[in-house]
């Protein structure tokens, strides 16, 4: 029986990515900052395990807990949206931490299992707004667009073992908490200047009027097919408004 280990499972994505997983017969190892078991089935086939991406020490415990694994989801991560100037170097940082560095620690960490066994895959969900010009993101997308470059590059490397590594990039979905600070048009950590509130605030609006936005279980399946492809795809758009994206690229 295949196991995934996906981090940051306590809402959103990943609790969604963990239930998809579980209901289709895998061992789940749902990862969580501070565990919560409540919010997921109990089961034999689920395991809540504490995990802290930005923690070597963390990372260390969850990977020796977790056991054996095939797939690694790394799906933890924090919003940021704003505007560059108001954001501060600390919370740029935060964002980067989480984001990105977490990213790589979590790769690394598995890497060697799955490269000593030939086989095993990293799915590495980043956003749709790698894929196209979106306003009061710039810290975030900057984030996840080195994920992208880092999955691409790390797809090569790892090929010749029978490990792969992929992305999926999910758009915008309204029930997550990305989604609601977005429709609030603030996070914490992250300020809109005065000069620049009314035109953020019209971006806002704009991007709440779009027709289309992603579910959560658009996410759960693109990560499902990300894991299981066997056809060298490398990114996965996930949620019309995502897929609509890539396909204007």
Known sequence: MN????????????????????????NVIATMRTPRPDVLPASDRLRVVALDVTDPGSIAAAVEAAGPIDVLVNNAGIPSMGVFEGTSAAHVREVF??????????????LPAFRERGSG??????????????????????????????????????????????????????????GARAADGASPGDLVPEPYAPWARKAVEAFMTQDVFTRESDVAEAVWRAAHDTTGQLRFPAGPDAVRLAQAR
Request: proline share 3%.
């Open 3 to 26: 196991t995934v280990l996906i981090t940051g499972t306590s809402s959103g994505y990943g609790r969604e990515t963990a239930l998809h997983f579980h209901a289709r017969g895998w």
């Open 97 to 110: 931490e989480t984001n990105t560095f977490g990213v790589m620690a979590m790769t690394g960490a598995v």
């Open 121 to 178: 895959a990293v799915v590495n969900v980043t956003s749709s707004v790698v894929l196209g010009h979106m306003p009061l993101t710039a810290v975030y997308k900057a984030s996840k667009m080195a994920v992208e470059g880092f999955t691409a590059s790390l797809a090569l490397e790892l090929a010749p073992f029978g490990v792969r590594a992929a992305t999926v990039q999910p758009g915008a979905c309204l029930t997550t908490n990305f």
